[in-house]
């Protein structure tokens, strides 16, 4: 097993953050461009996921190149975490955490923790983790500041 955890702080509250991460259009979202994936059995894209949510997806490179089916249930919801194990193509095992750590009203720290039982594909899905997690991390702040620059132009909103 192996881990990597990847932190960035984003200017949402950690509540408004953790409810966009359940939703399955931000997780398209976030991994755009490098990866795309079709859920097979999921809530309309707009409809946030629940605890005890499972699924499976063919993930797609680039949006077009087929590869592997994900399979994902989510453990564990609460207001600032999400708790899911997850699998496919070449790893066997993914324990993800995401948490979202108050700030202050208006901003959070997001991190992903993941373990990865990665059998001989190590070092392979290690690098994969940490450049698909930065730029994961990159559209979450891209996203964030757009929705930050909303909420301030419309602080009813």
């Not at 190590?122 to 990159?138: A, E, K, S």
Request: hydrophobic content about 45%; proline content about 6%; overall charge positive.
């Amino acid at each position: 097993m192996s881990s990597v955890t990847v932190t960035t702080e984003l200017p949402l509250s950690a509540r408004r953050a953790r409810e966009l991460a359940a939703v399955p259009e931000v997780m398209q979202f976030v991994l755009a461009p490098v990866l795309a994936f079709s859920m097979q059995e999921a809530p309309p894209p707009d409809v946030a996921m629940t605890q005890g949510f499972r699924a499976s997806r063919r993930v797609r490179w680039f949006g077009v190149i087929p590869s592997w089916v994900h399979e994902i249930e989510v453990v564990r919801l609460d207001d600032l975490e999400i708790y899911t194990n997850e699998r496919g193509g070449p790893v066997k095992v993914w324990n993800h955490r995401l948490t979202f750590t108050p700030l202050s009203a208006t901003s959070c720290r997001y991190t992903d923790e993941l373990e990865v039982e990665d059998g001989l594909h190590g070092v392979v899905v290690r690098l994969f983790v940490r450049l698909m997690f930065r730029h994961r991390h990159r559209r979450w702040r891209l996203l964030a500041a757009v929705l930050a620059a909303d909420r301030d132009r419309n602080p009813l909103v």
